[in-house]
C-alpha cells in the first residue's frame, strides 16, 4: 500500500469509527458490518498483507461509497462494481 493509500484508509478509518479486526472468515476475505456508533470490517487473518490490504480498501469502500446507509437499497452486483471501479481509479 503505498504512503497515500495509507493514509486514506487511516482518514477513512477515523471519520466512519470503523474497527477492524483479523478473524477466521471461512466464505470470504472480508466484511462489514453497520453498528450503531460505526462500522465493525472484519478481515481474514489467513490473508497475506497484501491481500488483507485489499480486503481493508474493498470493504472501506463499501462503506465510504455509502452501501450501508442511503445507497443500501442497490443491488449487490452494482455495489461490487463501483468498489471494482474505485479501485481501478486508485490504481489498485
Known sequence: MTGETSRLV???IDRYA???R???LPACRGLSHK???GYLVL???RLT???AERALLHELLHIKLGHFDHRA???EWLKELEVNQAL???GI
Open 35 to 37: 453498528l450503531p456508533d
Open 73 to 75: 437499497d442497490l443491488p
Open 18 to 20: 470503523v474497527t477492524v
Open 22 to 24: 483479523r478473524a477466521q
Open 43 to 45: 478481515i481474514d487473518d
Open 10 to 12: 487511516r482518514q477513512t
Open 49 to 51: 498483507q497484501g491481500r
Open 88 to 90: 481501478k481509479e486508485l
